[in-house]
């Protein structure tokens, strides 16, 4: 498809696993931002990956959070050691440069929960 | 630290009234972008302002950047329940916040049938 993709589209996890979100940015779009979002509530910014920079990880909230972006295209969100306040909806979106006049294009999200 | 106050949070009306939604900051943003949210599904940009006191119009919808590029409202005419949804508003930030757009926390709007 032309748009963004996630995957899985839903998570169920025990406490203490370790978890992997992915996804598939639209093609040439050099920005992939991860967001996440509580139920009903506004984005929290997580990572930002702009071509071959190094990402600015500034959002993520804890050491136990980290992503990859191979290849300038495709990436994985990784939470390892999960706690239930880990339970969100992950959503990633890509851009053209950041996207500050064009937009993000985000994906459907992953729905994670944490047992 | 820039910063992006939505209001209201909150909003259910019936269908045909008129409503605006407000996304306020005491910080300048090079642009201003409204999302709508629908549940299970990402936001997706309705509309892009970058000049003060831009006004633009999407059918029912009425976008306005203020005059100082701190602040922006959304105005639906006559709703309809097919514009029940999370509203977002983002601005572009500046070097402070690395460029990155700013994301206010939504206004979740009901209209009722």
């Known amino acids: 498809g032309a748009g963004v993709s996630q995957s899985p589209s839903n998570k169920v996890t025990e406490k203490g696993k370790d978890v992997e979100l992915r996804c598939d940015p639209i093609?040439?779009?050099?920005?992939l931002y991860w967001y996440r979002q509580s139920l009903g509530q506004g984005l929290e910014f997580l990572i930002y990956?702009?071509?071959?920079?190094?990402?600015?990880k500034s959002g993520l909230p804890s050491d136990r959070f980290s992503a990859e972006r191979t290849g300038g295209s495709v990436s994985t969100l990784t939470i390892q050691r999960t706690q239930q306040e880990d339970s969100a909806v992950y959503l990633c979106?890509?851009?053209?440069?950041?996207?500050?006049?064009?937009?993000?294009?985000f994906g459907p999200g992953t729905r994670l929960t944490v047992l | 630290t820039q910063l992006l106050e939505q209001s209201p949070q909150f909003l259910s009306i019936q269908e045909g009234e008129n409503l605006t939604v407000y996304c306020n900051s005491s910080?300048?943003?090079?642009?201003l972008q409204w999302y709508r949210q629908e549940p299970g599904e990402g936001p997706v940009l309705l509309v892009t302002?970058?000049?003060g006191g831009e006004v633009k119009k999407l059918k029912r919808l009425t976008f306005q950047f203020g005059d100082a590029r701190k602040d922006s409202s959304l105005h639906i005419t006559a709703a309809q329940p097919g514009d029940t949804g999370l509203y977002l508003c983002?601005?572009?930030?500046?070097?402070?916040?690395?460029?990155?757009?700013?994301w206010g926390a939504g206004t979740k709007l009901i209209i009722k049938p």
């Open positions: 979106a890509s851009s053209l440069e950041r996207g500050l006049v064009i937009g993000q294009f």
């Open positions: 302002v970058v000049t």
């Open positions: 093609s040439g779009h050099t920005a």
């Open positions: 983002a601005g572009g930030g500046g070097k402070d916040s690395n460029y990155q757009l700013i």
């Open positions: 990956f702009q071509g071959n920079s190094a990402p600015d």
């Open positions: 910080s300048v943003f090079s642009s």
